[in-house]
């Protein structure tokens, strides 16, 4: 593993994951899986349809995961914050 990949769900991260935090560490699985640090011209399209759609997994992972432990308080305040923006 990537270890330079961190854990984005709470409470490791104390509030959620930017979608800036969710593109690097998919960034970083796509250098790692390829060894490519950045693609040459001909491999670009392919490396950041990766990156996206990593991503886009990522995303719909931290979104679906319940942590158990979490206060009410917590979760509330987060379903609201996702609410306004």
Do not use: W
């Not at 593993?1 to 769900?9: E, N, V």
């Amino acid at each position: 593993m990537c270890r330079s990949i961190k854990t984005l769900r709470p409470p490791v991260l104390p509030e959620e994951a930017t979608e800036e935090d969710i593109r690097a560490a998919a960034l970083q699985y796509v250098r790692k899986v390829s060894g490519f640090r950045a693609p040459a011209a001909h491999n670009r399209e392919v490396f950041e349809r990766a990156v996206d759609a990593i991503a886009e997994a990522t995303a719909e992972l931290l979104d679906g995961l319940e942590v158990r432990g979490q206060s009410a308080a917590t979760a509330r305040a987060g379903a609201e914050a996702e609410a306004v923006s």
